[in-house]
Structure formats: structure tokens, C-alpha cells
């Protein structure tokens, strides 16, 4: 299922999926202390960089967990610390260090902590942290109310400039209060829904009727692909999707299946049969629900 992403959705070196978001001024804070930055956050993961197992080495860039850590200077690399620790470093190329991580869609928080110092930190949405060797804390975390694609580390003084490194990086969505979380269904970067026939993982346009033998009803079963909520098998009662039509009649799509996508812990997959009043309908809007929490909707195409 992964490659199948990859293979559809990839431009240049970089995945490209996207979350349907207005855009506006982003409203953000920063946190100097991890527990105030984990209680203002929610659906976080962390990449600790103590395991290799999943990392993936490319031209000037190194891939973990779907994020993609990018240096001027080739591919950062996996260090280990005087203490044990590992940490990703990426090199100075002598007069300036910029390290360039591109974050997953959806990704309304961020943090890490951060070791040789003076350092830049800066978000996409535009906030930003100068840390100094006088500067006691070196955690700093990032939230906004728009979608984090990147934070950058950067520094172009004093020469040469310290390499950049990097651990305990975590990202997820920030927390509003005692809402709970949005699901955020995925969307290429055409702004059609990000989905895969679930057994031959083609996209659209779908067909009711399965184009293959290995379904025991005949109908296809399509896996849709959210963030900003986690979900496992065990929450398949919780959720629902529908979609809409050009004449705003609403259809229930069956929900066979919630998990996790391999690979990708901060991605989760839906999985949905297609209902025969689907038939020769041509573009749906489609929105998933999450403990009764509607995501946005994105069209996809069912002839």
C-alpha cells in the first residue's frame, strides 16, 4: 500500500499529499518546555533515531516514518552521542548549516531538541526560536493553527558554523481546548481525494462492480487515507463515510475496515464498499466521520 502511494503521488523526491485546508493568517505559539508543548498537542509521534530499521538513504536527503530530512550539504547521517544517545546530524558546509525537514500533511505541531548552538529553528507558518549558548533549554516546540509542512534549522554565523543536530523530533496536531480530534482526509496534490482500490491499489476512476475475481460479493472496496486521528482495528464502530453527489444526495459507505498504514504510523487508512446506488454516479464528495467529528470533503470519481 505504501508503494502504491509513493508510486501515485510522488513529485521529485517528496510525497505529495495534502490536507483541503482554507487558508488564512496562522495563528501559532512557542513552547520552550516539552510538557507544555505535549499538553497543547495531541496524536503525537516521535522519532527518537536510537532504531535504523526504517530509514532510507537518498541524494541529500534520509527518510524516516514519511519524513524527509533534507541538507545542503548530502544526506544527513545517524550519529551516536557521548552519552549513547543517537541523533541525526546533518554537516555544515562551512559558511552556513541548513537542515530542511519536511513534516507529514496535516501536521499542526512540532517539536525537538536541539544540541549545538547559536541555532535558527523556524517554521513554514512563520514562527521562529534563535537559540544561544546562553539559552538553558534545548527543547523547542512549534504549534499553529494552519499546516506545519516544514521546519527548518539553519544558522549563517559565526563561520564555521556548527553542524546541525537533531533528536526526540515529535509531530501531530495541536490541541483545542477539549475538542477532540479532526479527522483530515488526504487529498493529491489535484486536490482529489487520496484513495486506492483496497486488493489492486489502482486509482480513480472506481467501478461498483470489482475489476478483479478476488472479492467473494463482486463489489469493490476503495481505502481512503486520513490524519489528525489514530486509528486501529478496534475503532472500526466509530467511524463512518458518506458521499455526496452533484444533486447534494447523500450515500453511506460501508466501513469494513480501520487500521493504521504500514509504515507510516502518523497515517491512518479506511477501508469502504462501494453500494450498487453508487453506480454511473461520476464525482462524489467524500467526508469521513470519527466519533462523530466530520473531516473535509474531497471528490473522488465512481462511472
Known sequence: MLRSLVKLFVSGSVVVLICCASVSRADGAVFRDRVSFNAAS????????????????????????????????????????????????????????????????????????????????STSTGESVTMDQSDASTFVGFISDQPISTLTITLDFPEPTPNALVDNLSFGQRRAENEPPVPQLLATNTARAAALESLTTTSEPFHV??????????????????????????????????????????????????????????????????????????DLNISVKVRGVASNKAPLRVD
Open 209 to 282: 462492480l470489482a475489476p478483479h475475481f478476488l472479492s467473494t460479493d463482486g463489489r469493490t472496496r476503495i481505502t481512503l487515507f486520513v490524519v489528525g486521528v489514530l486509528l486501529e482495528p478496534a475503532d472500526l464502530p466509530f467511524v463512518t463515510v458518506a458521499a455526496e453527489d452533484a444533486q447534494q444526495q447523500s450515500f453511506d459507505l460501508p466501513v469494513e475496515a480501520t487500521a493504521r498504514v504500514r509504515n507510516l504510523s502518523w497515517m491512518s487508512q479506511v477501508t469502504v464498499r462501494l453500494p450498487d446506488a453508487l453506480a454511473g454516479r461520476g
Open 42 to 121: 495531541q496524536n503525537l509521534n516521535t522519532i527518537d533515531f536510537e532504531s535504523t530499521a526504517n530509514v532510507r538513504n537518498g541524494v541529500g536527503f534520509v527518510e524516516i516514518d514519511g519524513v524527509f530530512f533534507h541538507n545542503l550539504n548530502g544526506a544527513p547521517v545517524i550519529v551516536t552521542a557521548q552519552n549513547g544517545n543517537k541523533l541525526l546530524e546533518a554537516a555544515t558546509i562551512g559558511e552556513i548549516t541548513r537542515l530542511l525537514i519536511f513534516l507529514p500533511p496535516g501536521t499542526t505541531a512540532v517539536s525537538c531538541e536541539q544540541f549545538n548552538r547559536p541555532m535558527i529553528l
